[in-house]
Nanobody, 127 residues
Framework: QVHLVESGGGLVQPGGSLRLSCAASGFALHAHVIFWFRQAPGKEREGVSCISLSDGSTYYADSVKGRFTISRDNAAPTFYLQMNSLKFEDTAVYYC????????????????????WGRGTLVNVSS
């Protein structure tokens, strides 16, 4: 089974930076991509960023382009979301996700397309 654990969230001021980590196991199975989603209180879960495990290609939501960067450490494996120039509207619980059978791609910008999730890490952007 694919297992994902997020970390790195916390309280940060607007304009600050955080790096989220997603520690992954079980990728010997079939996982193809890692997708970061976020969900603010009272709002729908939205796709933030994605990286392909096969070729390293990436996806970014328009709201985070130029501010967030997704990357990976193949040795661990661990996936990162570097978040710079944080805004109040970035406040949310951030989740990493994938699918067990490697059927999804970074073009599947829909939380319902993924069946393996971490428990999330809270990012609170506040002055």
């Amino acid at each position: 089974q694919v297992h994902l654990v997020e970390s790195g969230g916390g309280l940060v001021q607007p304009g600050g930076s955080l790096r989220l980590s997603c520690a992954a196991s079980g990728f010997a199975l079939h996982a193809h991509v890692i997708f970061w989603f976020r969900q603010a209180p009272g709002k729908e879960r939205e796709g933030v960023s994605c990286i392909s495990l096969s070729d390293g290609s990436t996806y970014y939501a328009d709201s985070v382009k130029g501010r967030f960067t997704i990357s990976r450490d193949n040795a661990a494996p661990t996936f990162y979301l570097q978040m710079n120039s944080l805004k109040f509207e970035d406040t949310a619980v951030y989740y990493c996700a994938t699918d067990h059978w490697g059927l999804r791609s970074c073009s599947d910008v829909d939380a319902n397309a993924f069946d393996a999730w971490g428990r999330g890490t809270l990012v609170n952007v506040s002055s």
